[in-house]
């Protein structure tokens, strides 16, 4: 098993454990996820693909969606056509 290392950008300092790394952060005086947004993905716009809102932030990356019940259910929908071609996940 290949062993994952978090470096901070900011100072350079390394963690083995990904908790650790976000509280480390903090110590910079900036949350994780503008950290992520400025150093981790500085070009790529978190937008949801079916309303354009901002996508979740959950647990150190963005989700695929912004988290509204009807952009998640165009988002299983959408997913379950392409992977196993029927209309409906039921």
């Known amino acids: 098993m290949k062993l994952k ?4 950008k900011i100072c350079g300092k390394i ?4 908790n650790d790394f976000p509280k480390h952060i903090k110590s910079h ?3 994780y996820e503008n950290y992520f947004d ?3 993905e500085p070009n790529i716009n978190h ?3 079916f309303c354009d809102n901002k996508c979740i932030f959950y647990k150190g990356n963005y989700r695929k969606t912004c988290g509204s019940e009807e ?3 165009k988002a299983i929908n959408k997913t379950t ?3 196993y071609n029927v ?4």
């Not at 290392?5 to 901070?8: L, Q, R």
Request: hydrophobic share 20%; aromatic share 18%; glycine share 0%.
């Open 87 to 90: 209309n409906n996940n039921f």
């Open 47 to 49: 937008k949801c693909p």
């Open 38 to 40: 400025t150093y981790i």
């Open 29 to 31: 005086n900036i949350d």
């Open 81 to 83: 056509k392409e992977k």
């Open 71 to 73: 952009c998640r259910i």
């Open 15 to 18: 963690y083995k454990r990904f």
């Open 5 to 8: 290392i978090y470096e901070c």
